[in-house]
């Protein structure tokens, strides 16, 4: 951006930006990316996804909006991370506000609740953007949102399979060999309609 603020955009991944005289502002429309927020006191950063907002000065973080979840790591700095309720009603008690520093992230559900504060991996950071992705013990939904960014067709997860923790790492390159993998390496199988969309189903059905 023009004040020397870096935007890492993933696959299918929408963004719009716009300043006012006192603050700069971003808009993840849909899909993950990695801020390097240039520091500037005076004017603060903001970014707005679905109803979640952060605000920050200067510092690094990724954040990932898929599947109706928003997930804020942050590599550097300090993030301020509340719900666009929040900040409409300082008194609203059911909206927290959390501050995040190196090494931590939070997620919001599709319902709109907020896990604990917890530990983030933030070599994944490096890894995306490097054109690999990385998962240790991840659900398996969370993967297929991941991938769906990059793939040329879309992958359907059987819902009883949404909760399957995986460990697995490949390169963006070979997204489209992941159902064949999966079928390898758990109870699943891969099936194809004739559009070319792919259904992810538990092997028994």
Do not use: M
Not at 59 to 82: C, I, M, P, Y
Not at 154 to 182: C, G, M, N, W, Y
Request: no cysteine; hydrophobic share 40%.
């Amino acid at each position: 951006l023009h004040d020397g603020t870096s935007i890492t955009l993933s696959g299918k991944t929408r963004i719009a930006a716009w300043n006012t005289e006192s603050e700069r502002h971003v808009e993840l429309l849909e899909g993950q990316a990695f801020f390097e927020v240039a520091k500037n006191k005076d004017k603060p950063f903001y970014v707005k996804t679905g109803d979640t907002l952060i605000k920050v000065v200067g510092t690094q973080f990724d954040v990932n909006h898929s599947g109706g979840k928003v997930r804020v790591a942050v590599l550097e700095g300090v993030v301020n991370v509340s719900s666009i309720e929040a900040n409409a009603n300082a008194a609203t008690e059911e909206a927290p506000v959390f501050l995040l520093t190196a090494g931590l992230q939070v997620t919001r559900s599709e319902g709109g609740k907020f896990s604990a504060v917890e530990k983030s991996n933030t070599t994944n950071f490096a890894n995306w953007r490097n054109g690999q992705l990385v998962y240790s013990n991840a659900r398996l939904r969370d993967v297929i949102d991941d991938v769906n960014r990059f793939s040329q067709h879309p992958i359907s997860l059987h819902e009883k399979l949404h909760d399957v923790r995986v460990t697995i790492a490949f390169d963006v390159d070979q997204v489209e060999s992941l159902p064949s993998l999966l079928s390898k390496l758990l109870p699943v199988k891969a099936v194809r309609d004739t559009s070319g969309k792919i259904f992810i189903l538990p092997s028994s059905d």
